[in-house]
């Protein structure tokens, strides 16, 4: 039998306090790209605060202001902009980073009816948005589709590094040069080394994004911390893929033995 303090709570939301787009600002900032993150709820302008705040949060912020993600995070006075005033809207917001919308993350706070008078605005939210284009580039292979994948970041190409580089953040390089996806990922020094800066750690991807920058990632330009992650390579291709499956004589179409169509040919597939 279930105890009094195992009973479930549930809270429901008014729909129109975080129906998308939520109007949002920057205040206090030196340009439109930087300042105090402030959230229009229910007609009236309020702040955000920093608890559980982060880098992946504040790009998609970024993103809902028009540009490609964020490059700082912190506490509004941290950043050097003033505390705002009224209402702290929202609190515990967790954004994966690849959002488009504050409203499509999860936000623990009762705030959205009750303002939070009691947390000290010393505690508000503040970005610095990347205004810049991310652009991309394969330098080093034998054709133009393959290479060493170098990032434009801060006004110069470099390199990039990870620890967890495979199909699925080389197929969004592939994507960004306008393949249809990737044929291989290749490991550190396959395509000579890198020289000048570093664009630094690349995102964790899912395969889908259009672009590096919609990806996951806790912060860019963040120095590559060994020589292993470093000079990755990509080998991209316009080729389509297509899937079958091969049944025997009066068997069911909805199985079989699973066949690729890939370099011309149909092939089987093997499970390691």
């Known amino acids: 039998s279930c105890q009094y303090n195992q009973d479930i709570v549930v809270k429901c939301f008014d729909p129109y306090t975080l129906k998308s787009p939520i109007p949002i600002r920057l205040v206090d900032g030196s340009n439109s790209a930087e300042g105090r993150v402030e959230v229009n709820v229910k007609g009236e302008w309020g702040t955000i605060s920093y608890f559980s705040w982060d880098i992946r949060d504040a790009s998609v912020v970024c993103r809902m ?3 490609q993600f964020a490059i700082q995070a912190d506490m ?3 950043l ?4 705002g005033s009224g209402p702290i809207w929202f609190r515990n917001l967790n954004c ?5 919308s504050i409203a499509d993350c999860s936000i623990y706070t009762p705030s959205l009816y009750t303002q939070y008078y009691y947390h000290s605005h010393y505690y508000d939210a503040g970005v610095v948005c990347y205004t810049e284009t991310i652009k991309a580039r394969l ?7 393959e290479g060493r994948v ?3 970041y801060n ?3 470099g390199s990039v590094c990870s620890n967890s580089w495979d199909i699925r953040e080389a197929n969004v390089i592939c994507k960004m040069l306008g393949y249809s996806f990737a044929k291989r990922a290749w490991g550190a020094g396959q395509f000579g080394e890198g020289s000048g800066t570093t664009s630094g750690y690349l995102p964790e991807c899912s395969g889908t994004e259009s672009s590096i920058t919609e990806c996951s990632h806790s912060g860019w330009g963040t120095s590559c911390s ?7 390579g990509a080998e991209c291709t316009n080729q389509s893929t297509s899937v079958r499956l091969v049944t025997a004589d009066g068997a069911s179409s909805n199985e079989g033995r699973l066949e690729v169509y890939y370099n011309n040919t149909w092939g089987t597939v093997c499970d390691e």
């Open 96 to 100: 994966l980073g690849s959002e488009r």
């Open 65 to 67: 202001l028009g540009y």
């Open 226 to 232: 060994s020589s292993r992650y470093q000079d990755l």
């Open 155 to 157: 006004n110069a190409w």
């Open 80 to 83: 050097g902009f003033r505390s």
């Open 150 to 152: 170098e990032l434009y």
């Open 139 to 145: 330098i080093g292979g034998s054709q133009p589709n």
């Open 76 to 78: 509004a006075s941290s």
